[in-house]
Nanobody
Framework: QVHLVESGGGLVQAGDSLRLSCAASGRTFSRYAMGWFRQAPGKEREFVAA????????LYADSVKGPFTISRDNAKNTVYLHMNSLRPEDTAVYYCAASRYGLVGRPQVLTDYDYWGQGTQVTVSS
């Protein structure tokens, strides 16, 4: 069992940066690949980024490739999403999730994730 809690969201202006954190409980955190997803009002939840259990491999949605960076610290049971050059279209609730399948599975697919956090709101004003 893995319990995930996101933090770090807030209201920022276009061009600003934020770092989201996702703290995990449980001793098996390092066995899971981790992903970030987001859901804007009226839209489906979409993949943002994923990182392998070791942190050696990462994957990004084309829309965030470059400005966003995913990282993890297994000693702290935490995964991060560093977001630079934020735009109003990045406004969404951001969720972290844990997947036992790793990046060799389908890290862009919601149903490949076993555990989800409650989400943190990111609002980017123009």
């Amino acid at each position: 069992q893995v319990h995930l809690v996101e933090s770090g969201g807030g209201l920022v202006q276009a061009g600003d940066s934020l770092r989201l954190s996702c703290a995990a409980s449980g001793r098996t955190f390092s066995r899971y690949a981790m992903g970030w997803f987001r859901q804007a009002p009226g839209k489906e939840r979409e993949f943002v980024a994923a990182i392998s259990w070791s942190g050696a491999a990462t994957l990004y949605a084309d829309s965030v490739k470059g400005p966003f960076t995913i990282s993890r610290d297994n000693a702290k049971n935490t995964v991060y999403l560093h977001m630079n050059s934020l735009r109003p279209e990045d406004t969404a609730v951001y969720y972290c999730a844990a997947s036992r399948y790793g990046l060799v599975g389908r890290p862009q697919v919601l149903t490949d994730y076993d555990y989800w956090g409650q989400g943190t709101q990111v609002t980017v004003s123009s």
